[in-house]
C-alpha cells in the first residue's frame, strides 16, 4: 500500500498524485494506493493520514511531496514505515511562516487560511534523528526554486538518495521514478 501525501495548497489532483495513480491503475495496482485531500491542520492532516494506516494490513509506504514529506518523515519515523521523500520541506516551520494568512488552493481555487497555531503545529511535528534512516528515500532535484535541496540531503544522510541536477519544485522528472517508487514500497519486483 502506498500513502501519498501531497504538498501545501495542493492535493489529489496534483500532476504527481495522478501520474502515480495511473500507474498503479496500469499495473493493477489501484486499489493499493491512497491519496486523499489534507486539511490545513498539520494535526488533522496527520491523524487522517494515520488512520489510513491503521486500516492497512501490512505497514505502507509513505511517499510524500514537499510538505507532504514533512508528514512522510513523522509518520515514518513514528509507524517504522518506509518514506519517499520528494522535494520534501526539511525546515516546514520556517518554510511556511511566510505564508501565514489567506492562501489559495492550486486546484480548487478555495481559499483557506493559514495561521501561527498551524505552524505551531508544524514545529511538533518535527522529528530531531531518524529511528530507522535506511527506511527513507530522498528524490530531490538541485533546481528547486522554493526548498533548498541541501538541507534534504543533510537531514535524510544516512538514507537512500537520489539528487539530480536541474528541475524545480515540482520535481520534473517525476515520471521516470515511478517504477523505482513502487519497488521501493514492495509493490514491484526487483528486475
Given at each position: 500500500?502506498?500513502?501519498?501525501?501531497?504538498g501545501f495548497?495542493?492535493?489529489?489532483?496534483?500532476w504527481k498524485a495522478r501520474s502515480l495513480g495511473a500507474r498503479m491503475a496500469e499495473l493493477g495496482l489501484a486499489d493499493q494506493l491512497w491519496c486523499g485531500q489534507l486539511p490545513v491542520s498539520p494535526s488533522a492532516a496527520i491523524s487522517l493520514a494515520e488512520a489510513q494506516i491503521a486500516?492497512?494490513?501490512?505497514?505502507?509506504?509513505?511517499?510524500g511531496s514537499?510538505?507532504?514529506?514533512y508528514y512522510a518523515t513523522y509518520l515514518a519515523n513514528r509507524h517504522g514505515c518506509r518514506a519517499v521523500l520528494v522535494n520534501p520541506a526539511v525546515l516546514a516551520p520556517l518554510s511556511l511562516s511566510a505564508y501565514?494568512?489567506?492562501?489559495?488552493h492550486m486546484y480548487t481555487g478555495e481559499p483557506f487560511e493559514l495561521t501561527e497555531a498551524h505552524i505551531a503545529e508544524l514545529r511538533s511535528l518535527e522529528v530531531t534523528q531518524l529511528a530507522h534512516p535506511e527506511n527513507y528515500w530522498l528524490?530531490?532535484?538541485?533546481?528547486d526554486e522554493v526548498l533548498d535541496y541541501r538541507h534534504a540531503v543533510a537531514r535524510y544522510a544516512g538514507g537512500h538518495q537520489t539528487v539530480l541536477e536541474g528541475g524545480d519544485h515540482s520535481f520534473t522528472r517525476w515520471d521516470a521514478w515511478l517504477d523505482e517508487i513502487l519497488r521501493f514500497a514492495g509493490l514491484l519486483p526487483t528486475p
Open positions: 500500500m502506498i500513502i501519498y501525501l501531497h495548497r495542493s492535493g489529489p489532483q496534483s486500516r492497512c494490513d501490512t505497514p505502507p509506504t509513505l511517499v514537499s510538505l507532504g514529506g501565514v494568512g489567506i492562501q489559495t528524490l530531490a532535484e538541485t533546481g
